[in-house]
């Protein structure tokens, strides 16, 4: 009798996965992706066909501390991320001046930014970017959160927040004591961004 039941659980899984797959196929990410549920399906998908980090890459796991990080920022001074921003929820978004909706949910992150409290939300992005690539698009564009830089590679910001494929955009919610709440693979539709930062 126990494995008869295994078997259906194995096979009702099996139909489930192959269920998500067609819908992709057939309707496109769409609504599943911004679903908890269908971030977390994504991630772990990304994660099993992700490339080895280099030995010694700390990466952030779900639940737990994120590991220490130090970034220049736009001025060349060095922010340790962890520590710069502890004490409130922050919301980092890991980004691109040639990722196109990574610019096109910029808008969204800005109008967040504004509407937070003293106490609420910080937002932080890192642009994985040459810096007079990043100098010159924010130059055009009405961004007044704090950017960071990095260098897109197999251990970038990205990376050891969580992502181990790099798709851009990304972002991951990290709690006041510093831990990584949320994660999010692709762009924020218009206002959607209070909904998924609420605690």
Sequence with gaps: MKSNTGKILLIAFVAGTLGIVASFAVYGPGPLLRTELGQRLLHTMLSRSAPTPPAGTQMAKRGHVVPPMSLPGLDGRTI????????RPLLINVWATWCGPCIKE???????????????????GIAL???????????????????????????????????PKGVLPYSALVSADGRLLKQRIGPFAEGEIAGWAAP
């Design 129 to 163: 970017d040459d810096k007079a690539a990043v100098l010159e698009f924010l130059s055009r564009a009405q961004v007044n959160y704090p950017i960071l830089l990095d260098q897109s590679g197999p251990a970038d910001a990205g990376v050891r927040l969580g992502n």
């Design 80 to 87: 340790d991320l962890t520590r710069a921003y502890a004490g």
């Design 106 to 124: 910029m808008p969204e992150l800005e109008r967040f930014s504004d509407q937070q409290a003293p106490n609420g939300v910080q937002v932080v």
